[in-house]
Each structure stands twice: as C-alpha cells, then as structure tokens.
C-alpha cells in the first residue's frame, strides 16, 4: 500500500475496525481475566504492587505506634518480628521490583511504538504468578505465621527448625515463586527492548527510559539467580537437613549472606535505576528540551550496574572479614557514587539549560532528588568502614536505606503517577491535591527518618520491638513515629485523588507537550497501541519530526492494517532497528493463568510439606507450559511474508538469533547459569573456609568414574543436538529425528550417571556440607539433563507433527541454545566434583 | 598513622563542641552512644564521623542551592557545552577527587588497634538471649562470668567473639565500633577504653524473639582496681547452705547454672557466681532487686520472651524469695 491508499478515509476507517476488532479486550466477569494485552496486564500488575505498598506501609505505621514511646507494649514481641520482615520483604519483593517491571509492562510497548511486548502471554504468567505469591506471602501475617527472621533471613536462625517456624518456609518458598516472576518479566523486557523497537530507533536514539529497562532487566537476570541458588541450598537445610549453613557440620552461615547480598545490593540499583529513568522523560519534558548528556546518563546507568556487583561485602563489613578485602569493597563502594553523581548532574544540566515549568511531576522528582541525595551522602558516609562499624545495624542505617528508597523509589514513582496518570487514564490528576499530598510525604519523610540518624548513632540497634527510657532517645523516636503518619496523609491523599479521577473530564492529548513517543496515546481508549509503527529519526520525534503523530494516526508509517485478523508487531535488529520480520503475538488465554496457579502449587505445597500433591502439581505445571507452548509458539505461518506498507515486504517466521524467541531462551539461560554458579561458588566457598575440603574420610566420593562418565556423555548429547539442528536444516529429517533420539538416551544416561556418582559411593549429604553441596550440584545438573530429555522429545515430537521443517526450526534452533548451556554445566559439574578433590 | 591520635587541642575542643551540641540537641544519653566515646576507637570514629556529616551536609546543601538555582534560570542559561561541562566537573571529577581523598583518609582507620600475647583477652560469647563471658589473663587463671564486661582503663584489651546458636554482634557504642559473633567463626575486636564509668552495650544482630532485650552492662575500671577486682573475683565462692542455697539445690537450678565454692558447674545458663554484683538482671533489662529476682525466676518469658529458661509457675513467692536473696548475697 502507497502513502497514496493511506489518503482514503474509509480505507483508514476499515483498517482501524480490523485493528481494533483483533485488539478488542475479552469481555465478561470471568474471561476479561484470560487478557494478555500490555495495557491491561500491565495495569492490574501495577495496581496489584501499589496494593502490597500500602499494606507493607501499614505494616510500618503499626511498628511506629510501637516504637513510639519506650518500653511499650502495644505490639507483642513475636507480631513485631514479623511486621519488620515481611514489611522489608514486601517492599522490596512485592513492591519495588514488580512496580518498576508492571510500569515498564505498561509503558515499553508504547515508548518503542510497539503493537505489545513479543510475549505477552508471559508478561500474563509473571503477573498471575506475582498476585498469588504476594497474597501467599503477605497473608500469612493474619494467621500469625509471617516470615519472622528479618528481610534477610541469616540463617541459623532461620533456618534450625527449633527456632523457626513455618514463616521462614514461606518467606522462602513464596518469594522465590516471585523471583521466578520477576526474571520471567525481565527477559520480557530485554528482549521487548533489543527486538521490538520502532524502524530507525538505533540504539542510540533509544528513549532512556529503555535504556534503563534494559540495564535494569540485565541486572535482574544476573542479581536474582544467586538469590534463588540460595533458597535452594536454604530449603534443602531446613527441609532435608542439609547442612550448608550449619557450622558444626562444615557449613558457614557466612555463605547464606554472600548470596544474599550478592543479590541484594544490585536489588537497590535495581529499583532504584528505574526512577532516575522516570525523571529522563519528566525532566526533558519539563524543561523543554532534549536531554542534555545523553551518552553520560547511559554510560553511568551501564556503569552503576556494572558497580553494583562488586559492593556486596559492604553490608558484611562487621562480619570479620580480612581488612584487606573491606579497604576493596569501601572503594568500590564509594565509587558507585561517581556514576550517581553523573547522572544527578546531567538532570541540573538540563533543567539549568532549559526552561523548567514547575509542575505537579517536576516537584515530586525535585523533591525526591533532594531526599535522595541525602540518602546517598549517608551512602557514602557507611561505604566508609571503621563508620558502619558503629552505625551498621543500628537506626541510622534505618534511616539512609529510607532517604535511599523514599527519594530513589517511592517519590519519583509518585512523579511518574502524577506525570504518566494522563497517558494511561486520558485524565489529568489533581495539581492542589498533588501538591499538599507532596509537601505532606515530603515533610512526613523528613520528620520520620531525620530523627533516626541520632537514634542510632546513640545506640539503638535495628529490629528491636522496644527501647528502654533510659536511653534517653523517647523524644526522636516519638518524632519519628508522629512523621511516619504525617507521611502516610500524603499516602492517603494521593489514594484519594486516584480515586476522584473517573470523574474528571479526559485531558487533551499529550498534555505535558513531550516529545517521546509514548505520547502518541489517545486519551480514548484504543487497545492496539499504535495505530502505525513510526520511523523514528529522533530521540524527541513528537518535538522533530513534522507532523509525526498526523502520519502515525494516518496509517502513514508501517504495519498500519491487521489484514489476516491476528495481532502483530514489528521484529527490528539489535543495534541499528532494521525491521526484519512481523511476529504474530499470543492471544488472550487462560493457560498463562492455570500454568501459574499449578507453579505456583509446586512452592505452597511444598511449604506446607505435601511433596505428593507438590509433584502432582509439577507435572500439571510441565504439561501446562508444553501444551501453551504447542499451541501457541512457533507457528508456521500461512504464507511466507507480508507487506507492512512502503514497499517492504516482511516474513512472518523467524528462527534462531534474529528471532525473539531464540533471544529470551538465551537470556533465560544466562539467569539459569549464574543460578548454578551460585551453587559451584558454594563449593569453592567451602573449600577456602576449611583446612581440609573435602574432608580426608569423605574425600573417596563421587570418585571419578561416574562423574567422568556423566560428562562425557553429556557432551555427547550436546553434540547429537547440535548435529541434528545441522541435518535438519539441510533437509535431512530422518537423521535429524534419529539424532534427536540418540541425544535423548544420551540425556537420560548423563543424568543418572551423574546421580549415580554420589549414589553409588554412599554419601550421606546430612552429614557434612561437602556431601551435601556434591548432591547439590549433581541434582541440579540431572535434573537440567532431563530437561533435555524433555525438550529433545518436544522438538522430535514437533517434527513428526509436522510443526518443525527444514525451513520452520526455531524449536530445534532453541533448543541447541539450552543444550549449549548444559554442556557448559555438565563440564564445570562434574569437573568439579570428580576431579577437584583428586586436586585439592 | 591512626590519624587522630595525635590530634592538636583545637581539633579535639572542636569536637567535642560539635559532640556536646548534638547530644544537647537530642538528649543526654551517655551511656550507650556513639557520640558519647569512652574508647580509643570510638573516639576515633566520632571524629570521623564529623569531618563525613559536615562534607555531607555542605555537598547536600551546595546540589539543593543548584536544582534552586538550575530551576530559575532562564532558558538557555547554559549552553550546551556549558551543561556537559557541569556534568564533568560536578558530576565526575569533583566527586572523583572528593572520594579518593575521603579514602585516604579513612583508610589508616580501618587498622586495628595493635595486640599482643601480653594484653587482657575477654571471651564473649552470645546466646539466645545472654553474653556467656571468661576472663583471660595472660599467665594467669581465667575467670567466667557473665551478662557484664569490665575493662581496665588505658590497656588494650582482644574480645573474642563467637556464638553457639545464631548470629548476634557485639556493640559497645562508646568504647568501639561493633562485630558479629557468628557461629563456627571467633572474632576479635580490640578496644582501648580512655576514661573510667559504666556503659551499656547490646546486640545488633536481630537473633530471635527477645534481640531487643539483649544488653549488657560494661564497666570501665581504673587498672589497678581491675586488677583488684579480678583477683577477688576469681577468689569469690558462694555458701552452699542456707533456706536459699538449699532451695536452688532443690529446684535443679544447677542443672543449668555455675555458683563457685557450690557442686554446681554447669554451663548451660549464665554463670551466677557474681550475680550479686552484677548492676542489672537478664541481660540488661531489669534492676536486679530480690523482688525482680524472683519474678524473673517464677516466670522469665514474662520479662524476656523466648528465654531458655523453664517458668517456675508453681514456686511459692517465699522460695523465689530465698533464691533470689541467696543469689544476691543477702543472708
């Protein structure tokens, strides 16, 4: 079609019936559920996580009741202890990560001009497996078995069953299943950001806002990984009593709060990047021009990421570490301020040489700058070690993570609110109320955690339920209490102005005057969230390209029709966008839904003990996802290619590195990977703790033989799989089928050599850590080989189905990239385990 | 170089100025707080701890005083070279600068304070919810005691730190920073107390139901009356007759507890010897009165909860009484 046919209204008209018919929400009570689309998704997830933000911030009135006066007695003991941790463990799991991945849900598609994200039946699976872990999780509280432990959960307090109770199962089981979500949501985003941009949108013209998504969602793959190897090894003590953290077994509590942190410190970049990202499109738009400093702010977010990984030990600096180690990680420690520091200046840079119009948005992210710049320089002030040895632990730390999350989370996500409430909802929010709502949490803010620097430093420790008067520390305590609620007003008023929102008139369109994409949105509601995918030439295209949203409306840019009645967006390249394919996207469905209640089964049954109905619940969950996947990936579509308008001419298939899907199974492997070097780094870890590891008397086992054995094999079946990627793609099926059963049976041998190692020798994995982290490595490894097993037969069956050709492969082309990564596993498994103690 | 120790008398008047507005400020807790050092470290930290909030507070002030100032400048203020210029010096150079010298300087303060074979060790260890503590003298008999920890003024003295059933730490705001007693690891921590009182310390590793009522007292004694003390200490021997004596016999309090000069040497609970010394009962918590006593033996978890000791419900008032008179010393 020529710009020509686009000039006819009623050609126009009929495009945008067909679109809107394909992009039409489900209707009804029940199957408005079954909805994938990014707008509706992404909008229960964000609602969703503001819900557990509130409930988590109750959580922390209550404790300030508590603490308000001395030697109170308001709150018992025992209900305190679960207030901190699941209030921690709330904000930070059910709040902060899923918030910054739901907006990204809700905004990414439109701010790359995107139809939907490429899988939006997974965006559907990460949400219904978010609201059933978060309700798991915070609703235990109101039978009184919360987590208890602290947000932290140090073994061995959580993990000797004596001294803790079903809480830390449920901590541990219910927030993995979350963690499971959020990585899931992260290869959405990455690939949604490398694949789906708009035609022209090189990386370079990419709105920052994307680029954040993308260094955050990187930093997610790699930060959540080493946490859930820790809930593996933690479940496995406090279950089958494993000793990995128990000392007087060769364990080390020490290796818990490697992993934790390993995790938890890139966790405060992770949700904190994401609002620096909110103020790169508030702050251009309200200061009226182009960002100033664009390549700094990527430079630094991509630095501040890289840094973020190498600051861990400074929350283990009291832990009796070599000093040579603390001098390092206070160095890099100090140094994460730098890349801040860029990015907080090109921000005044900006602002500086525009012209800033002080609006309801612009205040909160100046407001939220200057409360976290506070919270940095206490940052700063704790990076510095011989200083945390006096305050870590103690309330001043209380009060710098809270400068840190309320100007570098909250705030700037109520600047969002305020700015973004108009793209989503058509309607602006109330400036007055905004405003008072503002100086409320602003002040409240201040007054609640200002006091808590001089608390702690005068002695008062963290997570305590009461203080003695003799400390003569009553008066800061009962400010910060009468600050806390002072904060929550602001809490409130925001809340009602939300609700008062269906009742105000719809606001014109773009209403801030941006110049980023996402603004091409209608105040009405249309669901196929663009009407035509731009050709974009600037990072501003509303403010520099003539009359850009008329062409878009017009149809005039690409893939403007739904001809053949399926939703579709445009595959770009990587680095330069060059579009390369149209991909039809999932549909509205109930399986992301049922997969995630029976995943989500396998963890809150197994909380409660009930391994039957737990594996019972498994195998629902395996046939869920191979029946989704089946039916609704990999289609070979009906016809080779399709116009999407000037000319072009796009395929509808794509497989192996140019395609989606190939992207998210690499991407997934890489988080599978950095799991399971969580799990080899605790064998080394045990190693350098101990004199003699393994042990002399346990060193004879796994032997070599079956480790050896179980690697070869192994690499076998990897390269059968590769083999028969090659003689399918050459149109050799037969073979190719053969191979693919070849790889099978290697598969299943690898594996169960690689059990039969410890089997075999009789290692008692109770006994000592080195049996138990020998199990460990060799479960994990059989168990990704009878993934393999799996994933073999599914693409064999997929052949003989007739669902997978020569030409049609991107099953076969994914799988081989699963199998490349458990060849690197199975070698580094059983080198480890069967060689290393001939070495050591 | 520990870089303050050589510190000029304006430096030090200085401080202790700044030290003295903020506890005026805040009130007047000196007993358990970092401002308020008795120790060589802690003194140290605090002048660190100045020097940082001071540079923290100028820099906070100086980025407000710029949005302000970025904010009502007119358009076009800064150029666009000008604005990449800001962003290098304000926002890379200068924080470069700032924090390498930030890092010099704190640097030597992380050196611990220098020990030898020859100085006074102090094992302490933590449990749910109590400070098990021995005395270890160099050439001389160790001495166990616990829930309060003496140090003589002036002389380095190594704590050495574990725990047998959880993580807790180890936290004397006014005499050093704090360290973590973690099972299956020892720990040390070496102080230097400057001036002679009584102070409180805590733990600061959340470690179960009671953590927050998980103190100890700590006095801080001239050197030779420490070495009075110690000497008598390890001298001290309990009656193991008496209505009281007979009663703690009976009620098996010796399963779990030590009294010297008595058959009961178990280690289970806290070393009861110089209970009747001691300023404060259950870790910290209560005034060790006969009455608080025998409340506190009749029914623990009401005053701690969580504690490992067994409720004593069905003793008669009279009896806890006896015991608590018997531990106090009191005829």
Request: glycine share 8%; net charge neutral; with cysteine.
């Amino acid at each position: 079609m020529s710009l020509h046919e686009q000039d006819d209204p009623e050609l126009r008209r009929a495009q945008e019936e067909r679109l809107r018919a394909v992009w039409d929400s489900p209707k009804g009570l029940f199957l408005k559920w079954t909805d994938t689309n990014n707008d509706a998704v992404g909008a229960w997830y964000t609602l969703t996580a503001f819900g557990f933000m509130l409930f988590a911030g109750v959580l922390g009135l209550l404790m300030r009741a508590q603490l308000a006066v001395p030697d109170n007695d308001l709150v018992e003991p025992g209900t305190f202890n679960q207030l901190f941790t699941l209030h921690g463990s709330m904000m930070m799991f059910l709040f902060a990560v899923p918030m910054f991945e739901a907006v990204s849900i809700v905004l990414l598609p439109q701010l790359l001009g995107a139809r939907d994200l490429p899988f939006p039946r997974l965006s559907a699976f990460g949400y219904w497996s978010f609201l059933l872990g978060g309700v798991f999780v915070s609703g235990s509280i109101f039978f009184d078995v919360a987590p208890d432990g602290g947000w932290f959960m140090y073994p061995p307090l959580t993990t000797r069953t004596d001294l803790s109770g079903l809480g830390a199962d449920i901590w541990m089981l219910g927030l993995s299943f979350i963690e499971v979500s959020s990585v899931a949501a992260a290869v959405e985003l990455i690939v949604g950001v490398l694949k789906c941009r708009p035609p022209g949108m090189r990386l370079n013209l990419m709105p920052l806002y994307a680029w954040y998504i993308l260094v955050v969602a990187v930093m997610i793959l790699f930060a959540f990984p080493p946490l859930i190897a820790g809930d593996v090894l933690f479940e496995m003590e406090r279950l089958l009593d494993w000793p990995f953290f128990d000392a007087a077994r060769g364990g080390d509590p020490l290796l818990w709060q490697h992993l934790f942190w390993i995790f938890g410190h890139p966790e405060v970049y992770i949700v904190f990047l994401p609002s620096i990202a909110l103020f790169a499109m508030l702050v251009p738009t309200f200061s009226q021009r182009h960002l100033l400093g664009y390549p700094w702010i990527v430079l630094a977010a991509v630095g501040t990421a890289f840094l973020s990984f190498g600051l861990w030990v400074h929350h283990m600096f009291t832990t009796g570490l070599p000093k040579i180690s603390l001098a390092f990680f206070s160095a890099a420690s100090e140094a994460v301020a730098i890349p801040t520091a860029v990015q907080i200046f090109v921000f005044i840079a900006t602002m500086w040489a525009g012209r800033v119009i002080w609006s309801t948005p612009m205040l909160y992210a100046a407001g939220s700058l200057a409360i976290f710049v506070i919270g940095g320089l206490t940052g700063v002030m704790v990076a510095v070690a011989p200083f945390d040895w006096q305050a870590h632990d103690t309330y001043f730390i209380v009060a710098h993570l809270h400068y840190v999350m309320i100007g570098g989370t909250l705030m700037p996500l109520f600047a969002g609110l305020y700015y973004y409430w108009p793209l989503i909802t058509g309607k602006k929010l109330s400036d007055r109320l905004g405003r008072i709502a503002f100086w409320l949490l602003f002040v409240g803010a201040n007054v609640t955690f200002f006091p808590m620097h001089l608390s702690g430093l005068e002695g008062m420790p963290r997570r305590v339920f009461t203080y003695p008067a003799e400390l003569g520390i009553d008066g800061l305590n009962l400010a910060s209490s009468i600050g806390a609620y002072i904060f929550a007003a602001g809490a409130a008023l925001i809340c009602i102005d939300l609700a008062l929102s269906p009742r105000r008139a719809l606001a014109e369109r773009n209403p801030w005057n941006a110049g980023t994409l996402e603004w091409l949105a209608h105040p009405q509601d249309e669901h196929w969230g663009i009407r035509s995918i731009p050709l974009v030439e600037s990072r501003y295209p509303i403010w520099d390209q003539q009359d850009f949203m008329r062409k878009v409306d017009e149809g005039r840019y690409f893939l403007p029709d739904a001809e053949e009645g399926r939703r579709e967006t445009i595959v770009t390249t990587v680095l330069d966008a060059r579009p390369i394919a149209v991909i039809r996207l999932g549909t509205p469905s109930w399986k992301p839904m049922m997969t995630a209640f029976a995943l989500g089964g396998v963890f809150i049954l197994t909380t409660y003990h009930l391994y039957w109905l737990a594996l019972l619940s498994g195998i629902a969950t395996l046939a869920m996802v191979l029946w989704w996947l089946w039916t609704g990936t990999a289609e070979i579509p009906e016809k080779e290619s399709k116009p999407i308008g000037h000319g072009m001419e796009m395929p509808l298939y794509l497989s192996g590195s140019s395609a989606p899907g190939w992207w998210a199974m690499f991407i997934t492997m890489m988080a599978d990977a950095t799991a399971f070097s969580g799990l080899v780094f605790g064998y080394y870890f045990f190693w350098t703790k101990h004199e003699d590891f393994p042990p002399p008397e346990l060193a004879s086992a796994p032997g070599v033989f079956w480790p050896m054995v179980a690697l070869a094999v192994g690499l076998a079946a990897w390269l059968l799989t590769v083999a028969a990627r090659e003689c399918n793609a050459k149109g050799r099926i037969g073979t190719a089928r053969g191979l693919l059963v070849a790889g099978i049976a290697a598969s299943m041998i690898s594996g169960l050599a690689g059990i039969a190692g410890p089997w075999t020798t009789g290692m008692e994995p109770t006994l000592h850590s080195y049996p138990a982290i020998v199990w460990t490595l060799a479960i994990w490894t059989s168990v990704h080989a009878a993934i393999a097993v799996i994933m073999l037969g599914y693409a064999l069956a997929r052949s003989l189905a007739g669902k997978m050709t020569p030409r049609y492969d991107a099953d076969l082309r994914n799988v081989t990239v699963y199998m490349h990564f458990l060849a690197l596993t199975t070698v580094v498994t059983y080198a480890t385990i069967g060689l290393f103690p001939e070495l050591a | 170089m520990r870089w303050q120790r050589e510190a000029t008398g304006t430096r030090v008047r200085l401080r202790r100025l700044a030290a003295t507005a903020i506890l005026l400020i805040t009130g007047c807790n000196r007993h358990q707080s970092a401002l308020a050092p008795f120790g060589a470290e802690a003194d140290d930290t605090l002048s660190l701890t100045i020097v940082l909030a001071s540079g923290a507070a100028v820099i906070a002030l100086g980025v407000v005083l710029l949005v302000w100032n970025a904010s009502r400048a007119r358009e076009h203020a800064l150029s666009e070279s000008g604005g990449l210029r800001l962003v290098l010096w304000a926002g890379a150079i200068f924080p470069t600068v700032v924090l390498t010298v930030l890092l010099l300087f704190a640097l030597p303060a992380m050196r611990p304070l220098p020990e030898s074979d020859a100085d006074l060790r102090i094992q302490v260890e933590g449990e749910q919810f109590w400070w098990r503590v021995r005395y270890a003298p160099p050439g001389a008999a160790p001495l166990m005691a616990a829930n309060e920890v003496r140090v003589p003024v002036g002389r380095t003295v190594v704590f050495e730190l574990t725990a047998t059933d959880v993580i807790h730490s180890f936290w004397i705001p006014g005499l050093a920073g704090k360290m973590d007693m973690i099972p299956g690891r020892t720990n040390q921590l070496v102080v230097r107390a400057t001036k002679p009182g009584t102070f409180r310390g805590v733990c600061t590793e959340f470690c179960g139901l009671s953590h927050a009522l998980m103190a100890f007292d700590v006095i801080a004694m001239e050197p030779a009356a420490f070495d009075a003390w110690l000497a008598e200490a390890r001298r001290t021997e309990r009656a193991s007759s008496g209505r009281g004596a007979q009663a703690f016999d009976r009620r098996g309090c010796g399963a779990c507890h030590a009294i010297a000069g008595t058959p009961h040497h178990a280690v289970i609970g806290p070393d009861l010897t110089h209970y009747s010394e001691r300023l404060t009962l259950g870790a910290g918590i209560l005034e060790p009165t006969v009455a608080n006593t025998a409340a506190f033996i009749r029914d623990p978890s009401a005053f701690k909860p969580g504690a490992r000791m067994p409720a004593y419900a069905a003793m008669p008032q009279a009896e806890a009484e006896a015991i608590a008179r018997y531990l106090k010393g009191a005829p």
